[in-house]
């Protein structure tokens, strides 16, 4: 098996299914993307699934076949895939190939002082947000940042219905995190609603599928995002690329891409963010400058082109840097 990647050639990718919107956000790039799926379906293993419209490039493969399959690059997105995973579907030279971390998530439980579960200097780590790569402490020399990219929406905003949206799934169970007890106290004074899965147990809308997202949450006047420490929610940058104006707690990245009052409602006080809801609720011109001005930075940060070539980047640097240590 060899790590060489000819120029003409699409590079093969072994990843899991761990986040089924940003895989199809990745599977946009000109290479080949390898999922292992066995008949449990449990976490990593589900294949393609139902939910998203992959292209041809992804690539189902069963458990049992993987060993015997060349690849060019591993994608590592939990814990799991790089301390269990990997050892129980790939062969020992399987392991040996060019790897990198992608990193979806802020530190937890703590935002300073958690360690980052990657030790190997052969793999390189990347972080979805700047807020994560200065908040996790990081043990290997490489780290890159790759901010989200998204493609263009299929729905634009109309904001026709008078209340707001919050797309979490299993918010309560997840609690104070994803900002439960915040939405109780919001949807006490503010018409909103809930989708997500598991939320139907609580009063919620359930699950809304992929491709049924933007068309359903482009009706409502705001999108809210109560959640206390996360990245930046894939939500969030699908509903600022339709238009759609956002409503968040000022923390994590959200404090560093949006601007108050302008492009959104942001803030760390909840009666000040209630406020600017019912702002929005009131004055759907404002509501539809504002998902404009939130449009716009979508376009400048969360561009799917300039996503594509930072993560062939990214390959490419991995699988290089591979070969000179050969």
Request: charged share 20%; proline share 5%; hydrophobic share 40%.
């Amino acid at each position: 098996m060899t790590s060489v990647v000819h120029q003409a050639d699409r590079l093969k990718i072994f990843t899991w299914h761990i986040h089924g919107s940003y895989l199809y956000y990745l599977s946009q790039g000109n290479f080949d993307i390898y999922i292992p799926v066995n008949d449990k379906k449990n976490e990593g293993y589900y294949g393609r699934g139902k939910t998203f419209l992959f292209g041809d490039n992804v690539i189902e493969v069963p458990v049992s076949e993987v060993r015997a399959m060349d690849f060019d690059c591993i994608l590592f997105q939990s814990e799991k895939n790089f301390r269990v995973d990997q050892y129980e579907v790939l062969s020992a030279e399987q392991r040996k190939l060019p790897a990198v971390y992608l990193e979806h998530n802020a530190p937890p439980p703590y935002a300073v002082d958690s360690s980052h579960p990657l030790y190997d200097p052969r793999v390189v780590l990347v972080h979805v947000t700047h807020y994560n790569e200065l908040m996790w402490k990081n043990n290997v020399p490489v780290v890159k940042i790759i901010q989200h990219g998204i493609t263009e929406p299929s729905h634009t905003y109309t904001g026709a219905l008078k209340k707001g949206i919050v797309v979490i799934n299993h918010i309560k169970e997840r609690g104070r995190i994803t900002g439960w007890d915040i939405f109780e106290r919001v949807r006490a004074e503010v018409p909103i609603d809930l989708a997500g899965m598991g939320t139907e147990q609580y009063g919620g809308l359930g699950e809304v599928l992929f491709p049924r997202l933007t068309a359903f949450t482009t009706r409502y006047r705001f999108l809210f995002n109560p959640i206390r420490h996360n990245s930046f929610g894939l939500s969030v940058c699908e509903a600022m690329m339709a238009g759609i104006p956002v409503v968040s707690l000022a923390t994590t990245e959200y404090a560093n891409l949006l601007t108050n009052g302008e492009s959104a409602f942001i803030n760390t006080d909840v009666d000040a963010l209630i406020a600017g809801m019912k702002l929005l609720l009131n004055d759907l011109p404002m509501a539809k400058t504002m998902g404009q001005r939130a449009r716009a930075v979508a376009q400048e940060h969360f561009n799917i082109d300039r996503f594509i070539r930072e993560w062939n980047g990214v390959f490419h640097f991995a699988i290089n840097k591979k070969m000179m240590t050969v």
